[in-house]
């Protein structure tokens, strides 16, 4: 999706490099229309088959917190960026501020189902400032901003969201690790759930107004 966004909004002359460590999502990518600019490739984000100084900006969305070692990764977006280059990423923060995150919701549900801690079923939390920062300090990157913005979700149904959330995500892993059978029955609830929250928060728009 941001692949697709940086297409449309820069320049032609812009040259775009998009990578994933798997390459049924780079397949996904290039399948998207309007894609024709971009190069396609294959990447470990903690070993990057990059020269130094290539790029202007690197772009992370969702990615960093997934990484074993952040750190490494750091380096590498360090490595193959321009002296005045910048990098972007982006991370979820602590669910015990996104109560009303679909996959929050997705998670809490597939947890009740499973009997399983909801915060085991997703990866650990990356989102504290210092720890963030020491870790960017420590690969050479000193000038940090750090942003919280909030967006609301959007699917077209609650069907759409238990689909995403569910199957597009670690909860699948957990659910199939513990029993595959249940990956059906775990969407039926994850949707349950999102269609109720969504209830609920048009009950509460209501309500002020």
């Not at 290039?30 to 894609?35: I, L």
């Amino acid at each position: 999706m941001v692949t697709e966004a940086m297409s449309r909004s820069l320049p032609s002359d812009v040259a775009i490099t998009a990578t994933d460590i798997n390459l049924p999502m780079i397949e996904r990518g290039k399948a998207r229309p309007g894609m024709e600019r971009v190069v396609w490739q294959q990447a470990d984000a903690m070993k990057l088959p990059f020269s130094n100084a290539a790029f202007d900006l690197v772009v992370c969305q969702f990615g960093v917190m997934f990484f074993p070692d952040k750190r490494a990764s750091f380096r590498e977006s360090c490595r193959v960026l321009t002296p005045n280059g910048t990098y972007l990423f982006v991370l979820w923060d602590d669910y015990a501020v996104m109560t009303d995150s679909p996959l929050w919701i997705a998670t809490l549900a597939v947890g009740d189902m499973l009997g399983r801690d909801p915060r085991t079923l997703l990866a650990p939390g990356y989102y504290d400032d210092r720890t963030i920062r020491a870790d960017l300090a420590a690969t050479g990157l000193h000038e940090v901003r750090i942003d919280r913005v909030a967006r609301p979700a959007k699917a077209t149904s609650a069907r759409e969201a238990a689909v995403i959330t569910v199957q597009g995500s670690l909860l699948r892993t957990a659910i199939e690790a513990a029993d595959p059978s249940r990956l059906g029955e775990a969407t039926d609830a994850v949707e349950r759930s999102c269609a109720l929250d969504s209830v609920t928060d048009r009950s509460r728009v209501r309500t002020r107004h």
